[in-house]
């Protein structure tokens, strides 16, 4: 199996048959030693992490199979931590699109001379470029299509379906009365030109909060699924 490449928390191979592999390591994001979903350093290595996250991004991606939600999942491998998916092209080097249900983390820090810490937002949308070094910034609409990211067409496709898919999310961690923050996801276009949610959904890409105590990523995963 051919490497393609090295993750902060995945790696990624090429399968003879032109699918990728995605391997699940137990690194996490984070700084200090303290996860953190938006950081863009492994903070910390916790056992057992990769297979949480796996089967959380499994649950997840079958629901959304089930809705009629385009995805890259084809079949998931809990006890080896892989997953085999779609390959996809993703726009530009590389976005994330987030959705926000309350004022916390980056948009925070940005906004808080205009918003209260932890306000109810209506499912928010954002999108950041993946750039490590320039810490993720923010873009908007007009500047992604400026800059040959993204038509606007295929920004409100986008924006239509992170709402789509945040809302899954949402209403299956209320089920078990967990509240979802904000949620971290990534497109890409598959041979088609067919836009397809990609990587993974798990508790290293959202925050989850029970009773206002914040959930850990590995806490997630088992009150979810067990
Ligand atoms: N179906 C797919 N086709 C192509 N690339 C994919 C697909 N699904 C996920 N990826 C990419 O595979 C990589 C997974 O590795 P990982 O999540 O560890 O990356 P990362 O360290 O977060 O780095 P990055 O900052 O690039 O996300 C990501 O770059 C993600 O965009
Ligand atoms: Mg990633």
Redesign the pocket.
Known sequence: MKQL?T????D?YELEEGN?L?KFKDDVTGENGVFDPGANTVGLSIEGAGRAGLKLTQFFFEILKEKGIPT?YIAADIEEATMT????S?FGQ?LEVICRYRAVGSFFRRYGKYAEDGQTLDAFVEVTL?D?ERQDPPISKDALHMLGILTNDEYETLKTLTQQISQVVKDELAKKDIELYDIKL?F?RDANNQILL???ISGGNMRAYKNGEYIEPLELEKMMLQ
Do not use: Q, R
């Open positions: 490449y993750g902060k928390t995945k990624v990728l995605l890259h998916v779609v390959p996809a993703v590389g993946k490590d990534e890409g990609i990587d993974e």
